[in-house]
């Protein structure tokens, strides 16, 4: 008998292995060992999954509770997450080799998003538009049906909760698909959902890989709206797969985010954004600041300071205390790092320090590389993990040029001093988010989301409401002519 953990779907608030048994290993990336099972879902468990949402959705209590209510069923779940914190964290740095501490640190800002989305959901205002003709209108958002939500692996559990805590908070039903690499922690929340007296089908949890489980929600006529986070390219396949139903699309995909610093930037403060914005997590962030642009005049004295902040992150067990950056997620995404990082060097590219740890482990050292020609892959792709290319710049004109040459536009950073080029700047970046003088910083009411290759929508306070309801307007007589 194996003593492996097992994490089936959830589905009607049973956990249950697939209708055909299969399973699919999980692995710890830190020790390289599986140390639990997933139940391997097909399209009949895809099927059982999505019927369950569905009966949930129009014949169930969740979409016609009073919005107290829901909100206080929400606040549930959220307090049994934070009370079983550490349980949670370890299941995603085992599963993903996040450094315990940002394990939780992912934890707390997953409860935040429950609760959020909670409290806006009861607190919201509908709106009143006054009419000429005697008449008045009023908007309601009622909920859109049933959520397909595909989630990645890099930020496990706070991914799909981003997702879930809008879909079900705005009284829809939902299915989530965690990755194939990290089913753990979702599958938890899953059981904490019928723990905190979820009605059956509310919260569906199914897993296994892209396809089929994935895809066969995707594709799903009873499925409502699709929200996505993961690949661009896969993102194209599930937006193609929505629309032979015609489900709306919510797409948050890769990103190759510009980080300027100019000359007059406070260094200290650009420098350890820097590290944390190309670093944290390995580098596995759609956010992250891997394409970094250094004005000329500070160019050696930035790149000396920023070699020696990357140098002194301390790289280890995810369970050790003192660890800041450990393994990548998987053998597969190793690879695909590695190889960057082996391209980067044929190509003439100058690796100031990092690389591929010659240990047999899944680790990429924080590495910085510069002299990288302005079409050579490892510039211009999303490599995803801790390898950040340096180039400089003598102008403004130049740098926004150089920062807006690429397919994606996720996110941008800029450091300076002066306030009116950081407004200007600002306004010129062709990016979802800009931040200024800081990186990561989020206020979940505001608008968040890509362009190009990033993205497709917005999610986050009115945005989500937008995305995961069905607006009505309701137009009223108020005199009757004649
Ligand atoms: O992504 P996929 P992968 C980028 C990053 C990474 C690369 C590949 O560059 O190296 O993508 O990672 C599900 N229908 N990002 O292979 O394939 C899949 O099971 C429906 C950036 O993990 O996009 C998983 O749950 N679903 C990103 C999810 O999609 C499908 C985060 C993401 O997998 C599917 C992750 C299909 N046909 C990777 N195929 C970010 N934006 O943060 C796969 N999936």
Redesign the pocket.
């Known amino acids: 008998m194996s003593d492996l953990q097992f994490f089936g779907h959830i589905i009607d608030n049973e956990e249950v292995e697939s209708l055909d048994g299969g399973r699919f290993d999980v692995w710890n990336p830190w020790t390289r060992e599986v140390w639990a099972q997933a139940a391997e879902g097909s399209a009949a468990d895809a099927d059982r999954a999505v019927t369950s949402a569905r009966k949930a959705f129009d014949e169930g209590p969740w979409p016609r509770l009073g919005r107290t209510e829901r909100a206080a069923a929400i606040h549930r779940l959220a307090d049994l997450m934070q009370e079983r914190t550490a349980e949670i964290a370890r299941l995603d740095s085992t599963n993903m080799g996040k450094p315990f501490e940002q394990a939780k640190h992912d934890v707390a800002r997953s409860v935040w998003n429950f609760r959020f989305f909670a409290d806006h959901q009861r607190d919201h205002c509908g709106e009143v538009y006054p009419m000429d003709s005697g008449h008045h209108c009023y908007s309601e958002f009622g909920p859109a049906g049933v959520v397909a939500a595909?989630?990645?692996?890099?930020f496990p559990l706070m991914?799909a909760s981003w997702k879930i805590a809008p879909a079900i908070a705005w009284g829809n039903t939902c299915i989530i698909?965690?990755?194939?690499?990290t089913p753990a922690s979702v599958t938890y929340l899953g059981r904490l959902a019928v723990e905190a007296g979820f009605p059956p089908g509310v919260l569906n949890v199914l897993n296994?890989?892209?396809?089929p489980?994935?895809?066969s929600?995707?594709g799903d006529d009873r499925v409502d709206r699709v929200t996505?986070?993961?690949?661009?390219?896969?993102?194209k396949?599930?937006m193609a797969?929505a629309a032979t139903h015609l489900a709306p699309v919510s797409l948050?995909?890769?990103?190759k985010g510009a980080n300027l610093v100019f000359a007059d930037a406070d260094l200290d403060n650009a420098v350890y954004w820097a590290v944390e914005a190309i670093f944290r997590n390995a580098g596995?962030?759609?956010l992250a600041g891997s394409r970094l642009f250094v004005q000329d005049e500070i160019y050696d004295e930035f790149m000396a300071r920023f070699v020696a902040a990357a140098e002194a992150l301390t790289i280890g067990d995810p369970f050790d205390p003192a660890t800041r950056f450990s393994a990548l997620a998987s053998r597969?995404?190793f690879e695909?790092v590695a190889s960057y990082v082996a391209a980067a060097q044929e190509l003439g590219g100058r690796i100031h320090t990092g690389g591929v740890a010659q240990d047999g482990s899944w680790v990429v050292r924080p590495t910085i590389i510069d002299g990288l020609a302005l079409d050579a892959a490892p510039y211009c792709e999303?490599?995803?993990g801790p390898v950040c290319v340096v180039n400089r710049f003598g102008t403004e004109d130049e740098v926004v040029h150089l920062a807006n040459d690429t397919r994606y536009g996720?996110n941008a950073m800029l450091f300076t001093e002066n306030l009116s080029r950081a407004h200007r700047v600002a306004a010129r970046l062709k990016a979802g988010t800009v931040w200024v003088n800081c990186f990561f910083i989020r206020d979940l009411r505001t608008p968040f989301g890509g362009v190009g290759d990033s993205g497709v929508g917005r999610e986050g306070g009115n945005f989500s409401r937008e995305f995961f309801t069905e607006p009505k307007a309701v137009v009223m007589q108020i005199d009757r002519k004649g």
């Not at 698909?177 to 690499?181: L, R, Y």
């Not at 948050?252 to 990103?255: A, K, T, V």
Request: one cysteine or more; a negative charge; hydrophobic letters at 30%.
């Open positions: 595909i989630s990645p692996w890099n991914m698909k965690p990755s194939e690499d296994g890989h892209g396809a489980a994935g895809s929600i995707t996505f986070t993961g690949s661009s390219q896969t993102g396949l599930v797969s948050e995909l890769g990103g596995q962030i759609c597969r995404h695909k999303e490599i995803f996720l």
